[in-house]
């Protein structure tokens, strides 16, 4: 089985890349993984070392935007399709047009490829698209959301992710492909240099501190926001993947778990942690247009659907950032 990951030179990509190499199959067609084909719009500044070398891993750059370059995809026939491409939040809102090009084009060139490919096994190939909690806001947004909460985003990133959610569904339903959309809350805690995200500083109070680096905090602390950790974005989006259409319905949007947790919270945790290191400064700075972003989105997820169907949940704030500690400083 061959599989595609879309925006795989990020880090979610990579990571669900790591997964798939060191599980060896899914539970998904034939479930032996024969190669994964790693796309993005440009060479990365960072490959994972695991990656490297390992005979299964392919790349290919180009625009998802471009129908062309994604047509030239599909000269193979691929099983499992993770789709991670996409402008983010803050990006979004500077750029309309590239967001609706790469988040909305990209995603229908990329449908349409899989629709179309070739199928020798005659089975449906498993699609699963990264959606996001910034689909929720509006005035009529509850308190928490979950999965049956209307969405009325307050961003293009958001509404293009709501959009990306009906085309599953629909694609689904008609039998093009069997899909499913990871609603993501804000991954934490991510190495490597702050992204254009409204959400980048939640994995900046972190690490830029535990690189004895000061963080400029932009909202309030007492703002709250569902976060999920890295190890466990890659194993819920993979479980999904493989999670039995009959378990989801026609409704294929499932919120990823996640704790609720406030800002103020999230850096407490960093000093319970850190133990004797020394740490950088967190710097109380507001920031409106970041603050008006995040303020938008939903503060409290409930994601016992998620939980129903075997996805898995950090268990506390303090064992991600031990991770984060273990994976990427202690073994530097």
Sequence with gaps: MKILITGGAGFVGQRIALECLKRGSLEVGDGSIDEIVLTDVSEPAFWHPGLIGDSRISTRFGDIGDAQFVHSLFDVSYGVVFHLASVVSAHGEQDFD?????????????????????????????VVFASSIASFGGDCMPDVVDDVSKQTPLTTY???????ELLINDYSRKGFFDGRSARLPTVIVRPGKPNLAASSFVSG?????????????????TLSMPVL??????????KLAEVDAALLGNDRAVGLPALNLTVQEMMDALKRVAGNRHLGEHILKRDEAISTICEGWAQHADCRRALSIGLPIDTSVDDIVSQYIEDYLDNE
């Design 98 to 126: 590239l967001a609706l090009r790469v988040n909305l084009d990209g995603a229908r060139n990329l449908f349409e490829g899989i629709r179309h490919q070739e199928n020798p096994s005659n089975q449906q190939a498993r």
């Design 205 to 221: 109070l972190f690490r830029e501190p535990l690189n004895g680096e000061d963080c400029v905090i932009p909202v309030e602390p």
């Design 229 to 238: 950790g890295y190890r466990n974005i890659a194993n819920s989006i993979i």
């Design 158 to 164: 958001g509404t293009t992710k709501v959009i990306g």
